[in-house]
């Protein structure tokens, strides 16, 4: 049975990320999407070291109509914090804020995110015909009579990058190119093989600019991140990796309220993170960004502070995303390479959590100047159109 609640200090408690694990990922072709969660569950619960009787805070989205209830009772766990906010890919992000504060404020001691998805098992067995569908009621009723899907509405944020500030295509594709040589070394990539800029420009239209390639992968999968209060981490496994400070922001859902289609809402959430957690983007080590598309990637560094305004594609062509670059971005390969089975901000918190405690294995680890191991690391999730943004920033030690 869990112990005495642990007691906030000066009324705020440090909070880690005290447990990380992936399920089965790439081509998962029996599991449910509720057995990847409980797969995923059970060894981030392992990881931590900590016992499942100590998690008294639930964190889960997308799966079920009474999302995180369901997925709770399969668990078999009884919370007493639950967080269900759905804003797309972002979703974990904005969840693991929410969670990070209600810790600090004592409301809850050991919060578990979770999620699985068969997204690709289930379109190949015919159980669905798409991935995601969001309707035609309320804002949406004045696009979706006129096509504007939402890869469509990505294309249209990248052209008009394209036209404001010079960005290529050339430039764009680079960003798949090393999501692929990222992805290389990581056994859990669901494809390795690597590309080149021309290979992804001549690969099959999708909405222009997109080509195939430069949309991410459908795979199935699920992950989980375990976090905790300070009280529990000399209990724990592993060294714990620390919340140093968060940021959310919502932006639009019609593209005629967005106000200018090259600045995504990463660039409040960016802000207030960094503001949060006293530091400046010079201070990363690492950086996991959702990468549905690569123009996300190319506009999140820019608004993040990574490089200025119309930046973003002379900074990203260069070499420097890669895992021994500049600055070492989705390092496992990212949405367009390695996993992307619909909502995919939790894979960001669970890889930035491996590098940091240096997890990724001999091939993959980023290491600073003389071997040592990366001290912070970013994580920024994306969600719908760039309608939503949350950014962590973590450390170690």
Known sequence: MPGPTPEPRNGRRRVAVVGVALSDCGRVDGPTPYALHAQAARRALADSGLDRSLVDGFASAGLGILAPVEVAEYLGLRPTWVDSTSVGGSAWEVMAAHAADAIAAGHANAVLLVYGSTARADIKARRRTSNLSFGARGPLQFEVPY?????????????????????????????????????ATNPDAMFRTPLTVDEVLSSEMIADPFTKLHCCIRSDGGCAVLLAAEDYVPDTAKSPVWILGTGTSVSHTTMSEWEDFTVSPAAVSGRLAFERAGLTPADVDLAEIYDAFTYMTLVTLEDLGFCAKGEGGAFVEKGRLLRDGELPVNT???????????????FLLVEAVRQLRGEAGPTRQVTKRGGRLPEVALASGTGGWFCSSGTVILGRG
């Open 332 to 346: 496992d390969g990212g949405g367009l390479s390695a996993c992307h089975p619909g909502m995919r901000g939790l």
């Open 147 to 183: 096509g504007h899907t939402l890869i469509s509405k990505y294309a249209m944020a990248a052209r008009r990058h394209m036209h404001e500030y010079g960005t290529t295509l050339e430039q764009l594709a680079s960003v798949a190119v090393q999501a692929r040589a990222n992805a």
